[in-house]
Nanobody, 121 residues
């Protein structure tokens, strides 16, 4: 049985940083991994995703230059370093996995429970 175990998140003031981590358990292979988010009043959106060896990375335009996704070599663990956080980054962040084209948002169909990120002004 596969499971996505998320950690990190919390509350921070604008301009601060947070780090999210996710372990994909129960997989017999290395899936595409990444993060989506649900901002209040908006649809879920892709934030950042990465291929198994890190050769393909995709960021949402809204987080480019502020967020960095990384992956532990040889493990199904992904991290999202979030710097220069803004109040509009507030939302629930979900670890996601997928198979196929790692650089395409629709690839990601498996979701974790999510972790809350709150940025105050």
């Amino acid at each position: 049985q596969v499971e996505l175990v998320e950690s990190g998140g919390g509350s921070v003031q604008a301009g601060g940083s947070l780090r999210l981590s996710c372990v994909a358990e129960g997989y017999g292979y290395s899936p595409c991994m990444g993060w989506f988010r649900q901002i209040p009043g908006k649809e879920r959106e892709g934030v950042a995703v990465i291929s198994p060896r890190g050769g393909t990375i995709l960021y949402a335009d809204s987080v480019k230059g502020r967020f960095t996704i990384s992956r532990d070599t040889g493990e199904n663990t992904v991290h999202l370093q979030m710097d220069s956080l803004k109040p509009e980054d507030t939302g629930r962040y979900y670890c996601v996995t997928g198979s196929g084209s790692c650089g395409s948002w629709p690839t990601y169909r498996s979701w974790g429970q999510g972790t809350q990120v709150t940025v105050s002004s």
